[in-house]
């Protein structure tokens, strides 16, 4: 594919040149998709690759990362629909009235950790890009390819990321002045260890150790009465589904009777929860019924993003 779409460029160009490649950090990203043998397509990307790498790269992940982490960009977009967004923003400029995420079964805390640049208002990317500003030698920013073609605004990206920089910095300022009064509260639950020192390596990296709070046990011993504010509370969850995981190392069924016992024993009543799986015969495990259900693909998994209503158990006859 390289070979002949720099011959294709020389023969435009018609001097006998071939563009150079660079596989680090190019001018010009390229992303061929295939489905099947016949339908190939090819796209330009507006960014990729050294100064333009993925956006789902933030910068808070340490050089192990765990098997079953979730993609932060899907972790996002599922909070986005769980509505946190939308709770923060009234914590912070309606009613300043709590606005509180967990998740019991965490893992390497995508959940928490995406939630918590949504609640600071962080733009995705911003991270990598100040990082990569302070290491350089003249402390400028880097810029996606597409700002490196012809017309492109060089002026607007810089004003743009010096916004994004101030929203940042007043979000993370607001988030932790908010500890006091409890705003926003982010907590998570890990009984693997070593997820669990992955997730405190990247509150750590992110500098968010004030504001997300983690412990280490099985979520069905996870006493929340303190924490929980009915109405304001978003459990989010990504437990396992026997996939990306080896069945040695977890009893999947045995995971998801600890997450019942966590959404079922009364501290949690009036509080919306959502699960994500890939298996439907796990799901009825927690005996709860669903109020709504999103279904996707994401690469060669079907997936679900369930919607529940926790409500206070009836009383006995």
Not at 155 to 179: F, N, Y
Not at 233 to 239: A, D, G, R
Request: hydrophobic share 40%; with cysteine.
């Amino acid at each position: 594919v390289k070979n002949a779409l720099v011959d294709a460029c020389r023969d435009i160009r018609g001097d006998d040149s071939r563009p150079d490649v660079d596989t680090v950090d190019p001018d010009v990203p390229l992303v061929l998709v295939m489905h099947g043998e016949t339908d190939v397509r090819l796209y330009r990307c507006l960014n990729g690759g050294g100064a333009g790498a993925s956006l789902h790269k933030r910068g808070y992940r340490g050089e192990v990362i765990h098997k079953a982490a979730l993609k932060e960009t899907l972790a996002a977009g599922l909070l986005i629909e769980a509505g946190w967004d939308k709770l923060v923003h009234h914590a912070r400029y309606v009613d300043e009235k709590p606005a509180v995420l967990l998740d019991p079964m965490m893992g390497s805390g995508t959940f928490l950790l995406e939630g918590a640049l949504i609640a600071a208002d962080v733009a995705p990317g911003l991270v990598n890009l100040v990082r990569r500003a302070k290491e350089g030698r003249d402390g400028r920013f880097d810029v996606p390819p597409a700002l490196r073609w012809k017309d492109a605004d060089r002026e607007g990206w810089e004003r743009l990321v010096r916004d994004a920089i101030r929203r940042g910095r007043d979000g993370r300022e607001w988030l932790t002045a908010g500890q006091m009064s409890r705003s926003v509260t982010i907590g998570g639950n890990e009984l693997n260890n070593r997820a669990f020192e992955l997730t405190a390596q990247s509150i750590q990296n992110l500098r968010m150790t004030e504001v997300i709070k983690i412990s280490n046990r099985n979520c069905a011993d996870w006493d929340l009465n303190e924490i929980v504010t009915p109405g304001r509370t978003i459990i989010v969850t990504n437990p396992p589904w026997g996939k990306r995981l080896d069945e040695e190392e977890l009893d999947v069924t045995d995971s998801w009777e600890s997450l019942k016992v966590f959404m079922r024993n009364g501290h949690l009543d009036g509080c919306e929860a959502w699960v994500l799986s890939g298996n439907k015969r796990l799901t009825p495990i927690l005996k709860m019924r669903k109020t709504k259900a999103l279904a996707f693909q994401t690469a060669n998994e079907r997936l679900r993003w369930i919607q529940y209503h926790i409500f206070a158990k009836r009383p006995e006859p």
